[in-house]
Nanobody, 125 residues
């Protein structure tokens, strides 16, 4: 599956932003999806993940209560709604997909073999 992330940009602290990740090339509903983020020089950090059917979702501690992950299996797109953004949310955000996770989701980067190109989110104070 090929993934194309979009929606990043420059916003101010407290603003909202919605990222999208469009999938193509395979049956989207067979893939668990996730968002990770990375700051230069640091390891990629888990942000959110969602199961194939969209019923189960999980979040990293730093974004819980502010970010929401959803998916549309008809349009083959996963979204990350980011509210109450903070400067420490500044990073390149990547979407990831894998069909082997089963009916749940995973917080580990090693569970995902398919990655998008990343979209930059910059939050100014």
């Amino acid at each position: 599956v090929q993934l194309q992330a979009s929606g990043g940009g420059l916003v101010q602290a407290g603003d909202s932003l919605r990222l999208s990740c469009a999938a193509s090339g395979d049956i989207f509903s067979e893939y668990a999806m996730a968002w990770f983020r990375q700051i230069a020089g640091k390891e990629r950090e888990f942000v959110a993940a969602i199961s194939r059917d969209g019923v189960n979702a999980g979040y990293g501690d730093s974004v819980k209560g502010r970010f929401t992950v959803t998916r549309n299996n008809v349009d083959a797109t996963v979204f990350l709604q980011m509210n109450s953004l903070k400067p420490e949310d500044t990073a390149v955000y990547y979407c990831a997909a894998d069909p082997r996770i089963g009916t749940g989701y995973s917080r580990s980067i090693y569970s995902y073999d398919n990655w998008g190109q990343g979209t930059l989110v910059t939050v100014s104070s």
